[in-house]
């Protein structure tokens, strides 16, 4: 059964850049037609799917996000990453990784990201 497990810093200042790693077990993210994503969740509001990153290293983002967003991998470690440049306060979330792309069948735990001086 796959695992996935986020880490990265739970406070990041405003116009600095937030940095999320996705470490995966239980199965590899090179595994044909598996893709693997980002979602947060604002407090108060809904899901929002972030970009993602296929079994094949292809990407694609959110457009609203797409100008901010870069996702990537470390085979090596079966871990994918997230960086979100530029944040503001707006950007504070609970972040999860998942397997999948519009349908999710594993998630992590979710960290939570504030952002503020």
């Known amino acids: 059964q796959v695992q996935l497990q986020e880490s990265g810093p739970g406070l990041v200042e405003p116009s600095q850049a937030l940095s999320l790693t996705c470490t995966v077990s239980g199965g590899s993210i090179t595994a044909n037609y598996y893709a693997w994503s980002w979602i947060r969740q604002p407090p108060g509001k809904g899901l929002e799917w972030m970009g993602v990153?296929?079994?094949?290293?292809?990407?694609y983002y959110n457009p609203s996000l797409k100008r901010r967003s870069s996702i990537s991998r470390d085979t090596s470690k079966n871990q994918f990453s997230l960086q979100l440049s530029s944040v503001t306060p707006e950007d504070t979330a609970v972040y999860y990784c998942?397997?999948?792309?519009?349908?999710?069948?594993?998630w992590g735990q979710g960290t939570q990201v504030t952002v503020s001086s």
């Open positions: 990153i296929g079994y094949d290293g292809s990407t």
């Open positions: 998942a397997r999948g792309k519009s349908d999710f069948d594993s």
